[in-house]
């Protein structure tokens, strides 16, 4: 009893909105807009389903697009952002240099600044460096927050290679680049997926960026599209919104199914410190 | 023995090429893995750090330059009355979902650390109001908050809890109880999470042993379970805190700092003037307001981070 009720209120709550995301974008706008005190109105069901507000989406706006920039600056930022985790990561756990340890705080410092602390002179850079209104402002900018959390990721996962692997690889003739690339970065994997799949969704996520550096309907990720193009002044598109929603939802939550003991294994070891 | 001394040979009649041989100079090869790091990061992290610093002190709207005008943004900030509320909002809505984030969390970790049938199944569930884009479930909350169609006055009203239809986003401590709530639905998930790979951590015996030696459930978890995971609560909560204290996506989404700006925090502030009404300068003082507070908590982390490697 006390494990049981407990466990499907916190569940109730959780899963709740997506349940009524769900349900809102499937139904027909005459039974959407109805008071919450009419009578015989039971809003958790419906039984005319109907895929109007799909249809709306892929053909009154641009959703197809939002979706495919969303998708296209996620993997690239992504990347860009795993390129440069891993050789910093390799770099701070396994090589001494001078510096080596101001480095590394410094790099967790850039991993606790948020967006909104940035966003207003990073637009007038953008602006200035001509990126302004293209994937690439945002492409660039996304690794700020992902090289990082992946450089401290594969840091931890770095670590736990032992040393004597590297120096057999070394005493049979290879160099100190190809011990990396071939022995050390293949054995760290599941953290390169780890921090790969954890970067992902980050970028899915990322909004107040998308929001000022892009202006035109046709650039911007799902996010900023379905806040700015499907409310009207004061009229919210209900079932478009909530078909938006779960329609850009849906990627992520694909990625992350795929990937579920990789994202908690990151998740953890971005806090374990 | 003999195969070695032949590939030793071998290698040094052909020296590898030069770009090789500096990298096999530990110093040079570190610089070559971290030069992309340093200079994005630098590109755009540390430099518009400082441009913002210098924006802030001069009266540059978009498209002017403007001129430098000391502290005199900042002054003008202090003695406004809707940047009071925002720092105020600021400091409320931080502390109010960080401490039912932790127990929420807590709990709802200690009982996912059990045995169960579709634990992993669970597991996976809970996560997904922290991976699913905030701004799109946010959009979900509104929707379920709304003045006229509001599922929650549905409920309510059928439960008989209410008779009359509740404005939730229309009134400033509704709005403000409100973006509470999802702020606290949206981060729970990192906190149970985070907290039950801890709780994974401490060996059952320990409480197998106190337990024969009859101390209670409560006295368990406030003598053994407890102290173990502070650890990892600390560095969770300070995650979160900094998170928490510089959003934007919620508020923006759910009232857009309404109703007359009762319920902006920094960021959303910063962004209704800085990008809203084009003066960049304020906009780019409110922002940086926020970091002190920041500088002190990253400080915090830093240290403890420290002192529980040193331990």
Known sequence: MFFYVPMALFLLFLLFPFYWMVITSVRPDGELYRPWNSVNYNPFWTWKPTLDHVRYLFEETLFASWLWNTTFIALASTAISLVCGVFAGYALSRLNFPFAGSLGTGIFITYLVPQTLLFIPLAEIIRNYRLGDTPWSLILTYPTFLIPFCTWLMMGYFKAVPKELEECARIDGASRWQAMLYIVIPVAIPGILSAGIFAFTLSWNEFIYALVFLSSPEQKTVPVGVTSELIRGDVFYWGPLMAGALLGSIPVAIAYSFFVEHYVAGLTGSVKG | ?311
């Open chain 2, 1 to 311: 023995m003999a195969i070695s001394a032949v590939s030793d040979t071998t290698l040094r009649e052909a020296p590898p090429p030069r770009r090789h041989r500096l990298l096999e100079d530990e110093r040079w090869l570190a610089f070559v893995l971290l030069v992309p790091t340093i200079v994005l990061l630098g590109m755009f992290i540390a430099y518009p750090f400082i441009r913002g610093i210098l924006l802030s002190v001069t009266s540059s709207r978009v498209g002017m330059p403007g001129d430098f005008v000391g502290l005199a943004n900042f002054y003008k900030i202090f003695n406004d009355g809707i940047f009071r509320t925002s720092v105020y909002n600021t400091f409320l809505y931080t502390g109010v979902t960080t401490v039912f984030k932790l127990a929420l969390g807590l709990w709802l970790a200690m009982l996912l650390n059990r045995n169960f049938r579709g634990k992993a199944f669970t597991r996976a569930f809970i996560l997904l109001p922290f991976i699913i884009p905030t701004v799109l479930s946010t959009f979900a909350w509104k929707w379920m908050f709304d003045p006229t169609f509001s599922v929650l006055n549905w409920l309510l009203y059928h439960l008989g809890l209410i008779t009359g239809r509740i404005n939730w986003l229309g009134d400033p401590d509704l709005a403000m109880i409100s973006i509470i709530i999802v702020n606290i639905w949206r981060g729970v998930p990192f906190f149970a999470i985070s907290l039950l790979a801890g709780l994974q951590t401490i060996s059952p015996e320990l409480n197998e042993a106190a337990a024969i030696d009859g101390a209670k459930p409560w006295q368990r978890f406030w003598h053994i379970t407890w102290p173990l995971l502070l650890p990892v609560t600390m560095v969770v909560m300070l995650f979160s805190v900094i998170q928490t204290f510089a959003d934007f996506q919620i508020v923006y989404v759910m009232t857009g700092g309404g109703p007359a700006n009762a319920t902006h925090l920094f960021a959303t502030y910063a962004y209704q003037i800085g990008i809203g009404t084009g003066l960049l300068s304020e906009g780019a003082a409110i922002s940086l307001a926020m970091f002190p507070v920041l500088f002190l908590v990253v400080i915090i982390q830093l240290l403890y981070i420290r002192r529980v490697e040193v331990r």
